[in-house]
């Protein structure tokens, strides 16, 4: 596969990971009685459901909107550092630990497009 195609595919793969995501903090958000938790669970969630659509403006034309892919390698980075930290808190569980991972692997890939993409031709 031409590195073009593969990085474009990372950043549909990583909208999606982020849209199941996102979806998921609003679907815990939800529900009788409204807290304020609940309440920043959904903008938690709106927020990450946003970053996904950035992954498909960057898919879209990989040599372009670089800086989102910068935010994405800052936000994943964040994410799995507060996952680790919640988690030796004994916040969440080895899920949530999983997941912070697989955040971590998407910034280490997004790295490496970075340094990939301006070689493209």
Request: aromatic letters at 14%.
């Given at each position: ?89 004994g916040v969440g ?29």
């Amino acid at each position: 596969m031409e590195k073009k195609t593969y990085y474009k595919y990372l950043f549909i793969v990583a909208a999606i990971w982020n849209w199941v995501a996102g979806i998921s903090f609003i679907a815990v958000g939800l529900g009788e009685p409204v807290s304020l938790l609940q309440a920043l669970y959904v903008g938690l969630g709106n927020t990450i459901l946003l970053v996904g659509i950035g992954f498909i403006f960057v898919s879209l034309d990989v040599k372009k909107n670089n800086a989102i892919a910068l935010m994405g390698i800052i936000g994943k980075f964040f994410a799995f550092i507060s996952v680790l930290i919640y988690f030796s808190l004994g916040v969440g569980d080895i899920s949530t630990v999983i997941a912070g991972t697989i955040d971590l692997i998407f910034a280490i890939l997004f790295i490496e497009f970075l340094k990939g993409v301006k070689r493209l031709e």
